[in-house]
């Protein structure tokens, strides 16, 4: 056990009761799942306690609906939730204000952004656990092999999967594909659109004034040219891929492009990785000249159930695994992004995952899905947005009507943009 584990688990250890079972509920994508129970058993060894994690769907869309289930039931099951940075508007209602259990210096360490997202009418919902914002990985070896920079531009990017797949096709590396990405109709989708859009100057979908602005010339321009892909530069596939199944394609070495958030780095990295030292990651490119490089705000936080009979325990173990030691560990262990602004001068971590220092840029600006505007009803916003792109993408429907009738939709949920 290294010196700083100590030193985290004997100051948890203050605070925590001891002899009781806490129960997270703490993702299952890529290493979730042992990533959490490394930190939630550090914590339960030098607490006294123990923990239980349970097991929740991969797509986020489902643990949200497992998650409200629990919650209409008010049922006691589980103590602590992972919550994505979308949630806090439609889960605030259910956890505990832990705003009472952190200091001012505790809260300071966060990025501001994100504290004020986990903030819902002055209640701290959650504790910032680590930030995600969608990167674009590459084939360095290949690139090279064909004399290609890494792309400037989406358009680029589509010209360049096409080139090597078409080339190494014909060299006999029959299973090559170019763009892999999330196209399935699911939360994933919703973060792919908002980046094509907002790389294509469309806006966020929803303005910060409630506004519905998704059907604008360069929105449409976006979602045909994201259209264009399927078929050409990305597989029919991807229509139906999620994270874990880009990241499948991509890490046997069977793509030369893919979108995807920071864990893919550390899998990519991994000792028996196919791809290992083949990898560049970089900020998704503009959409042309005058459009931006940009990528969307993900992350996950923790937060303690209002119906938790073991709160004060539970409180204890979200604190221990937000801490800096916890997330310097995952940040070296399985590259999560940090939220807390002094590890990004970590040399460790910086050493680990370059990107995460060259990047810097791209974490600090990157895109917000309109949750915060849409509150309750963000869910309802993002299924319709993920249903009109998948249809524009499969080719059921052109992108201008599906943006048409989308916003007629979201006009009709919104109550005419009041929300
Ligand atoms: C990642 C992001 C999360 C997002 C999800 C979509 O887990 O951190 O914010 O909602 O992907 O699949």
């Excluded at 060894?45 to 409200?68: E, H």
């Excluded at 360490?109 to 990985?137: E, S």
């Excluded at 864990?263 to 005058?290: C, E, F, H, R, T």
Aim: proline share 5%.
């Amino acid at each position: 056990m290294r010196w700083w584990v100590s030193i985290a688990a004997l100051l948890a250890a203050a605070d925590a009761p001891a002899g009781v079972e806490v129960v997270i509920a703490c993702g299952s994508q890529g290493d979730d799942q042992v990533s959490c129970q490394t930190g939630a058993e550090a914590w339960a060894k030098s607490t006294g306690n123990t923990v239980k994690l349970v097991a929740v769907p991969t797509d986020s869309g489902q643990q949200l609906t497992q998650f409200q289930q629990l919650f209409a039931a008010q049922s006691s099951d589980v103590d602590v939730f992972r919550l994505d940075i979308v949630w806090p508007g439609m889960v605030a209602g259910h956890m505990v204000d832990l705003k009472p259990h952190v200091t001012d210096a505790e809260l300071k360490q966060y990025f501001d952004p994100i504290v004020q997202a986990v903030t819902v009418d002055a209640k701290l919902v959650a504790l910032p656990w680590f930030t995600d914002a969608g990167l674009l990985y590459y084939r360095k070896d290949l690139l090279e092999k064909y004399g290609q920079k890494p792309p400037a531009t989406w358009q680029e990017l589509a010209a360049t999967a096409k080139l090597i797949r078409e080339q190494e096709r014909a060299a006999g590396n029959k299973r090559l594909v170019g763009f892999v990405f999330q196209g399935k109709a699911y939360e994933g989708l919703t973060c792919n659109a908002l980046e094509w859009i907002d790389a294509f100057g469309g806006g966020t979908v929803v303005a910060d004034d409630g506004r519905i602005t998704v059907n604008n010339p360069k929105a449409v321009a976006a979602i045909e040219f994201a259209a264009s892909l399927i078929g050409g530069a990305s597989p029919k596939g991807v229509l139906n891929y999620d994270e874990e199944s880009a990241r499948g394609a991509f890490q046997s070495a069977q793509a030369v492009f893919m979108r995807n958030w920071p864990y893919a780095w550390a899998k990519a990295q991994n000792a028996d990785s196919l791809i290992k030292d083949k990898v560049g990651v970089m900020a998704l490119p503009p959409g042309g000249p005058d459009g931006k490089s940009t990528g969307a705000l993900g992350g996950w936080n923790l937060g303690v159930s209002r119906y938790s009979k073991q709160q004060e325990a539970a409180i204890s173990l979200v604190k221990y695994l937000t801490g800096p030691q916890e997330q310097k560990r995952r940040a070296l262990e399985y590259a999560a992004n940090p939220t807390i602004a002094a590890l990004y001068q970590d040399a460790d971590i910086l050493k680990a995952n370059p990107f995460m220092g060259t990047l810097s840029k791209t974490f600090a600006n990157a895109v917000a899905r309109p949750s915060k505007r849409t509150g309750r009803k963000y869910n309802q916003v993002s299924a319709e947005l993920q249903s009109a792109v998948h249809a524009a993408l499969a080719g059921t429907e052109q992108a201008g009507p599906a943006l048409q009738k989308l916003t007629e939709k979201l006009e009709k949920i919104s109550n005419g943009g009041k929300w």
